[in-house]
Each structure stands twice: as C-alpha cells, then as structure tokens.
C-alpha cells in the first residue's frame, strides 16, 4: 500500500482562536521564519517568547509568524517526538496567553517529492527574474502533490525548493487526530499514480 502525506496547516476558522506573531528572544530580537523555514537544525540560546497579535483560545498547533513557523502543545510536541524524533527539533516558548508548556517545531527535514506533473501547476525561478539565489527553486506551487516515493521514511519535513509547505506521514496525522489536538487542518498531498 502506498503511503499517504498529508499538508499540515493551521485551522484559521476557528472562532476565537489566538493569532501568534514572530517569535523573540529575551532581548527582544525576531526569531522568525528566517531561522526555521530553512529545514536545517536551528541554534537557539534560551528561552523565545511567542506574542500574541491576537488574545484568544490557546490551540494544540498554530502557525505563528504569518504562517510559517510551527507552535505546538506538550501533547502534540510529544506525538512528534515519539513518532519523528530525527525530522524536528522543538524549542520551549513562552507563550503570552497561557502559561502551560509550548514548542516551536523546527522541521529538519527536507524532502524532494513534489510531483511536477501531479500537481496543479509549478512555475521555477528563472534567471531572468532577477534572483539569483533562488533559480530552480519552485516560484509557485498550485494543487500540491507530493511523490510518497520519493518521500523516503520521513515523517514530517519540508518540500525541497518550496519551504513553505509543512507535510506529514498518515500516522503523524492520525496521532494528532487520536489526542483531539486543536488548530489542525490537514490535505491529502499523495499523487496517486
């Protein structure tokens, strides 16, 4: 049987939920997705401190920073440390509406799987568009489909050449949904060919 990968994304129609901004540390200095959408271990000292743009109800897995960056609950941390200890480093937050325990999740994992044709559309960086540093890359990535394949024995990572989608194995996702964690949406990201 093939394998199933799911995008993990924040549920944001939720009523009353809490909006996370860019974590910082104790001097007050972002920490935001410039050091965990890259895929690579991070290097932290101390403890960061997640904002709140919003004040509501505290969710088992939101995306703070605009939507890039992975904040989770003791449990939902402890799903991922159980199941893709080698795929995410988890970082203690403090968090400004509540004080029980918080993780940001740095994604170590990098995978290339997306399925060019399977997917909707993918456009690359060009070099005529004037960024250098990101020819090859993915520009646009429209109806996602990722190749299990090419997934190897990850659990959670990121797409190579697309940072900003966060995927998970089935049994990642069928975890979450076993403890009830909040703030998760999830979409099949399996090509099926």
């Known amino acids: 049987m093939t394998p199933r990968y799911f995008k ?7 009523p009353g939920r809490w909006e996370l901004g860019t974590p910082v540390n104790a001097q007050g200095q972002d920490h935001g997705s410039w050091l965990f959408m890259q895929g690579t271990p991070a ?11 919003a004040q509501g109800r505290a969710l088992d897995f939101s995306l703070a920073d605009a939507g890039a960056v992975p904040v989770v609950s003791q449990r939902v941390a402890e ?6 200890p080698g795929d995410v480093e988890l970082f203690p937050v403090t968090m400004d509406d509540t004080p029980d325990p918080y993780f940001l999740v740095n994604v170590v994992r990098v995978m290339k799987c997306i399925d060019d044709t399977a997917s909707g559309e993918v456009r690359y960086w060009m070099p ?23 997934a190897g024995d990850a659990k959670v990572f990121r797409t190579w050449g697309w940072l ?6 089935e049994d990642i996702k069928l975890a979450l949904e076993a403890i009830g964690a909040t703030g998760v949406q999830f979409k099949d990201v399996s090509s099926l060919r």
Request: hydrophobic share 40%; charged share 30%; no cysteine.
């Open 128 to 150: 005529e568009d004037g960024r250098p540093e990101r020819v090859g890359t993915y520009q646009a990535v429209h109806r996602l489909r990722i190749d299990p394949a090419r």
């Open 43 to 53: 290097r932290v000292e101390g403890t960061l401190r997640v904002p709140s743009y």
């Open 79 to 84: 799903v991922l440390s159980r199941l893709a």
């Open 8 to 14: 993990l994304t924040d549920d944001v129609t939720l």
């Open 164 to 169: 900003i989608a966060l995927i998970v194995s």
